[in-house]
């Protein structure tokens, strides 16, 4: 599948999750978890916070830092690392159902002061190059009409020596033909695409970043996820069905890519250059 292939315009994107937050909403994250052990019986919620415990291990930032959240979600993961590390964050989403939520959160938690969220286009960013010392995207990469353009955009607004860390879900080898319509469905049905996991070097390259690491965690993340969202599709039906088509809930059911091992789930970081 390639990288741009149908990419929804991004009304599109903002209506499908301002009605499946509206919906569906499980404590303070929307993005997968990460089970240490999948087979052992971890709440949700904690394999998302585990999730972003172990993007943060690679942020160097502090006090002092300045740190952009891309598809930010209901803003669990960005409290969660301001909390952790004392940084100012600022969470875009396409979503204001999903920023008016993260900024309701940051109020309860006592960090509105530092963590802010606002409603912007990750393909029309409007701030200034060199603003962030580091920036997070989880699972938003997905959604982009060209990787390389918000890469691209990614490498100038960091300093000099300022990172990025992101998730996506990628290609690890040929889907089978017969897996194909079952998983352009899917992606589709949340305006996502997925790109072969080899390009991701040639992505942060043209991006004028320096690729530090691509590691695999499908074993302990998609799997586990995609079980836990399609209980969640069942369970939630008739709420979904008010807000959906019939036709578009079952496309959200991710059932049948349980037994497409040939998709996966990594965690990339990369850093610009220093002068």
């Known amino acids: ?12 994107i903002a209506d499908i999750y301002d009605r499946f937050t509206s919906v569906d909403v499980q404590g303070s994250n929307l993005h997968f978890g990460y089970w240490t052990d999948p087979t052992a019986d971890i709440p949700v919620e904690d394999a998302t916070d585990t999730l972003t415990d172990l993007l943060m291990a690679k942020l160097d930032i502090g006090p002092d830092s300045h740190m952009l959240d ?10 969660r ?20 939520m993260a900024n309701a959160l940051a109020s309860t938690k006592g960090v509105s002061d530092r963590v802010r969220f606002r409603v912007e286009d990750a393909t029309r960013m409007p701030f200034a190059e060199e603003t962030f010392d580091a920036v997070v995207a989880i699972e938003s990469m997905m959604h982009m009409p060209s990787r390389q353009d918000v890469l691209t955009s990614i490498g100038r607004l960091l300093r000099p020596g300022g990172q990025v860390v992101l998730t996506d879900t990628v ?34 390259q043209q991006s004028g970043l320096w690729f530090e690491e691509i590691r695999d965690v499908t074993e302990h993340t998609i799997r586990k996820a995609w079980q836990v969202l399609a209980q969640r599709i069942v369970e939630l039906r008739p709420q979904l069905e ?23 789930y990594v965690v990339v970081a990369a850093r610009r250059p220093t002068r």
């Open 81 to 100: 690392i301001a909390e952790s590390t004392g940084a100012q964050v600022t969470g875009i989403s396409i979503s204001g159902q999903q920023v008016s």
């Open 1 to 12: 599948m390639p990288e741009a292939s149908a990419a929804p315009a991004a009304d599109k």
């Open 242 to 264: 008010a807000v959906y088509d019939a036709d578009m809930v079952a496309a959200f059911d991710p059932s049948e890519l349980l037994e497409v091992p040939q998709i996966g």
């Open 171 to 204: 290609q690890r080898a040929p889907i089978p033909a017969a897996k194909q319509a079952a998983v352009d469905r899917f992606f589709t049905s949340f305006g996502s695409t997925i790109v072969p996991v080899e390009d991701y070097i040639r992505l942060l």
């Open 70 to 79: 891309i598809g930010c979600g209901v803003g669990g993961p960005a409290v």
